[in-house]
């Protein structure tokens, strides 16, 4: 027997309709049977409300259940003399009625019994189907179905069950339908739920536009494959698209809303303590995470649950919901965040060149947020808004850069400038500005060593190398005597310069000193070695 149909549903008005349904046996005013007994322990009558237990989360029910006993025998005085267990049967019906107050309210996935005969509908875009590459996965080339108008109405009405009647995601945080339907036909083939948010994020028309567009490139075969997108270039970025993904698994009833939430101040956490410059290495982590370390951890509860339910015992995982208690546990996975992110997140704050040697291939971020599909950041100023473009000073350190044909060739620390770089052919930035095909280039602008290309640096001219180099050198270059200006008094500078040959004659006497020592000690160690070695010659 499955969930009941929307005609069986609607005639459950009353918990004693329900009970019927379940085939909850006895009266409910009788205590001896398991009705009345059930219905005595939760406080509720046959004429009762569904919604009364429809409001209750379905963790809190389970343990009520999980504790119930029913009398056996009652004494002359009205007391009960013995008590058992329910049964495994009876705390399924009673499980099972609770199951179905909360579907009267809207809450969870509505599992139909058996496909009945409907009568023809009109064509909905239910019969259009996509590739689940442009949602969730560049490399899943599955195809699905879009959910149905119904089962999307009933996504939104999830939404309002936690968030209040009426209320809707954001704009900038709402799931396209094919964003719904994609993470629905993973969760009924019971696949892991990871979206890749290279291509997974806000605004998803946005990004199917650009895969439409987005260029080929050949593979080692010879075959023309498409380009790979990158991550979030950004924490913001990478927010968006969670958040996103949030009120898709609260809609689908995937997921509360409290372990995702909880994910996500990890991530938060460890970006806030290590800061910009590791997110590469703490994205590689989340993928990692969401992908690998997430259906482990859901295959960890779920032999604890049968364990637990072997011995007569539960917990708090549930087959029908297996990502919720799996995300949980993934944010407190104290052990895998330690060696895929603290850890070598040490080493890079220790040692820049480190990130090469703790960040791989297989999560890549973009190199900056208009190069993410999602496009939240606005764009760089236009070249001829100069008004908001800072100053810049054309020989900050006083060092003669290398410059040919009025562009940097090297930076203000002696590294050379990336050439792909400035037409913008290599965009793969790592670890602020540092090129992710050469480690020993930087990607900053020829013409004013800013962070843009040159195609898009907001300065018309090239730098200025000053003229007097060689005399500001001079001028830094340190002094050998006292340091005196015209300024001073003569009478001040002259005890200046006495005072200063005063300290020369004393350094030349210590030094002389130490010499005369140093040659007394010498004489004595030679007379020594020839008497011991000669002595017939002082003899004589």
Request: with cysteine; charged share 25%.
């Amino acid at each position: 027997m499955g969930d009941p149909t929307e005609e069986q549903l609607a005639g459950c008005l009353k918990l004693g309709h329900a009970a019927d349904y379940v085939g909850l046996a006895g009266s409910a005013t009788d205590q001896l049977t398991a009705r009345g007994s059930l219905f005595d322990l939760l406080g509720v009558a046959d004429d009762s409300l569904p919604a009364i237990l429809g409001v209750i989360d379905e963790q809190t029910i389970h343990n009520i259940v999980d504790g119930w006993r029913v009398a056996k025998a009652r004494t002359p005085t009205g007391e009960f003399s013995e008590l058992r267990n329910a049964t495994i049967g009876e705390k399924g019906a009673a499980k099972f009625l609770a199951r179905i107050c909360r579907l009267k309210l809207g809450v969870g996935r509505l599992v139909p019994a058996q496909v009945a005969p409907s009568a023809p509908s009109l064509p909905s875009s239910a019969a259009r189907k996509f590739k689940l590459c442009q949602v969730l996965s560049q490399i899943d080339d599955t195809e699905i179905e879009l959910l149905s108008e119904k089962e999307l109405l009933a996504a939104y009405g999830r939404y309002e069950v936690l968030f209040g009647k009426g209320q809707r995601p954001p704009t900038d945080r709402d799931p396209t339908v094919e964003q719904l339907s994609a993470v629905q036909a993973l969760l009924k083939s019971c696949q892991t739920p990871y979206a890749d948010f290279a291509v997974f994020g806000p605004h998803a028309t946005r990004i199917f536009k650009k895969l439409k567009f987005q260029g080929l490139t050949l593979n080692k075969t010879g075959e023309l494959v498409q380009s790979e997108l990158y991550g979030p270039p950004t924490l913001a970025v990478w927010k968006a698209c969670f958040e996103t993904y949030t009120n898709l698994m609260v809609m689908l009833d995937a997921a509360d809303l409290g372990p995702l939430l909880q994910y996500k101040s990890k991530v938060e956490r460890l970006h806030d303590r290590f800061g910009d410059k590791t997110w590469a290495l703490l994205y590689q982590a989340d993928v990692r995470c969401r992908l690998e370390h997430l259906p482990r951890a859901r295959m960890e509860l779920k032999q604890r649950h049968l364990e637990a339910v072997a011995l007569g015992n539960t917990t708090a995982y549930d087959d029908l919901r297996p990502w919720n208690e799996a995300y949980r546990a993934v944010a407190d996975a104290d052990k895998f965040w330690s060696e895929e992110f603290i850890e070598p997140a040490l080493l890079v704050i220790a040692d820049r060149s480190a990130m090469h040697n703790v960040v791989a291939d297989d999560a890549r971020t973009a190199a900056a947020a208009t190069d993410h599909p999602s496009g939240l950041l606005p764009p760089v100023p236009p070249p001829d808004a100069k008004a908001a473009v800072r100053p810049r000073n054309p020989n900050r350190t006083g060092r003669h850069h290398e410059i040919v044909d009025g562009k940097y060739q090297l930076n203000r620390t002696g590294f050379r400038l990336c050439p792909g770089f400035q037409d913008e052919t290599c965009t793969h930035t790592v670890r602020g500005n540092w090129c992710g095909r050469d480690s020993t280039l930087t990607h900053q602008c020829s013409r004013c060593l800013g962070n843009h290309p040159l195609t898009k640096c907001p300065h018309s001219e090239p730098p200025v190398v000053a003229a007097k180099t060689k005399e500001r050198e001079k001028a830094r270059a340190p002094r050998t005597g006292p340091r005196l200006t015209d300024k001073r008094p003569t009478a001040r500078r002259r005890a200046l310069d006495w005072k200063w040959m005063f300290h020369q004659v004393i350094h030349i006497l210590i030094d002389f000193m130490i010499l005369a020592r140093a040659a007394a000690y010498c004489t004595c160690f030679l007379a020594r070695i020839v008497k011991e070695v000669f002595p017939d010659i002082l003899r004589t």
